[in-house]
Each structure stands twice: as structure tokens, then as C-alpha cells.
T-cell receptor
């Protein structure tokens, strides 16, 4: 089966703790993304990575960190600096064929994992 | 600022009736437009996308969407709704290359579709 997996499905964290959310894909996609979903706010981009060993901040990167040591894996760490971490976290991936060269916008579809619901106790 | 608007938080429709979920956008350049569906406590599933070409795009599960450049809209439609279509629908846009390249999607806030039997 090809796809994107996220673990755990549910995660509980005490205040002051760091936690790491896992995202793995076997689709051979180049690009991977982390989004945060809150009720009534849609999805907001936390971090994205277009290639191994490189990643870029999204719109709400503060209090989060990522790594991209392998093509298939893009773990997200929610640090104690994130003031309001309770949310549904979604990982996505896509091929990264660009129109207009490396600086062009990719037209490829992002495919999403099943999500991790993080709750701070 | 670049943005996507889904003006209706919820759309109610009777089973068998046509449905429309509205989306308008404000981005620079020629946009790439997407629709996704989300069932409770699940990830997003891709329905369809518009890149270029025919303004009417057909997607999964009988859904289609019409790109209207003059009205900057990309409404999702289905001729006959099913109870199983009840879910949260998201419109997303990626600004085009000629408007300032970015590989990031901008999402609307979502529209809850409720189909009554």
C-alpha cells in the first residue's frame, strides 16, 4: 500500500513538554508539509520541505521544529515554546515538478495523511 | 494580501438535489485551484484541481467545479447530492508563477455540507 502515515493518532502532552509527531510517506514524493487545523480557521502551514536536508518556515512556525534527514520522513516537534498547541496536525506530501524552473510554482497535488490530534493537559 | 474565501460556514441540501459550495479567491497571477473533502477526524482527500484549460473540471465522486476568472471564483458542484457527501469541504489556491512563485497552498476556512435524507 502506498500512502502517508502519521502517528500517533491521539497524543496528550503536559505543559512544558516537547512532543514529536511522526509523518512517513512511501510515495517517493519530494516535498512534504505540516499543517495545523483549528476549528473555523482552515489549515495553516507550519513548515515545508522541498528536498532532503532542506526546509522552510511556513506561516506559523514559532514553537515548532522539523527535520528532513530522509526523503520519506518529516517529523514535527511541538516545543514548550508553542503557547497553544492543542490542535489537529496534518502532514502532506507532493511531487515537486515546477513550472518555470526551480523558482516556479509546483502544480502538483498535495496528498494528506490521517492526522494527529494533540491535546495539552 | 492573498486569500481564499468560503462565504458559507454550512450548506444544507436535500438528498437528490443539486449542491453548490462556493469559493472565491484573491491572489496575484494565474492561480492553481484545488478542492478537498474531510470526513470527521480524518485527513483531507483530494477531489479535483484546476491548472489551465477547460474551465469546467470534473473530479472524484461525481463532483465538478467551474473556474470563473472574471468573478475570481471556483465553486464546487454536484448534480445530485448523497447523504454520504456530508463532510467538510475546503477550497485551496496556489498563486501562479507569474504572480510571485510559491509552493504553499492557501486554504479557505471550510464549508460544512449537510445532506438530509
Amino acid at each position: 500500500d502506498g500512502g502517508i502515515t502519521q502517528s500517533p493518532k491521539y497524543l496528550f502532552r503536559k505543559e512544558g513538554q516537547n512532543v514529536t509527531l511522526s509523518c512517513e510517506q512511501n510515495l517517493n514524493h519530494d516535498a512534504m508539509y505540516w499543517y495545523r487545523q483549528d476549528p473555523g480557521q482552515g489549515l495553516r502551514l507550519i513548515y515545508y520541505s522541498q528536498i532532503v536536508n532542506d526546509f522552510q518556515k511556513g506561516d506559523i512556525a514559532e514553537g515548532y521544529s522539523v527535520s528532513r534527514e530522509k526523503k520519506e520522513s518529516f517529523p514535527l516537534t511541538v516545543t514548550s515554546a508553542q503557547k497553544n498547541p492543542t490542535a489537529f496536525y496534518l502532514c502532506a506530501s507532493s511531487i515537486d515538478k515546477r513550472t518555470g524552473g526551480l523558482a516556479g510554482a509546483s502544480t502538483d497535488t498535495q496528498y494528506f495523511g490521517p492526522g494527529t490530534r494533540l491535546t495539552v493537559l | 494580501a492573498q486569500s481564499v474565501a468560503q462565504p458559507e460556514d454550512q450548506v444544507n441540501v436535500a438528498e437528490g438535489n443539486p449542491l453548490t459550495v462556493k469559493c472565491t479567491y484573491s491572489v496575484s497571477g494565474n492561480p492553481y485551484l484545488f478542492w478537498y473533502v474531510q470526513y470527521p477526524n480524518r485527513g483531507l482527500q483530494f477531489l479535483l484541481k484546476y491548472i489551465t484549460g477547460d474551465n469546467l473540471v470534473k473530479g472524484s465522486y461525481g463532483f465538478e467545479a467551474e473556474f470563473n476568472k472574471s468573478q475570481t471564483s471556483f465553486h464546487l458542484k454536484k448534480p445530485s447530492a448523497l447523504v454520504s457527501d456530508s463532510a467538510l469541504y475546503f477550497c485551496a489556491v496556489r498563486p501562479g508563477w507569474d504572480g510571485g512563485a510559491t509552493n504553499k497552498l492557501i486554504f479557505g476556512t471550510g464549508t460544512l455540507l449537510a445532506v438530509q435524507p
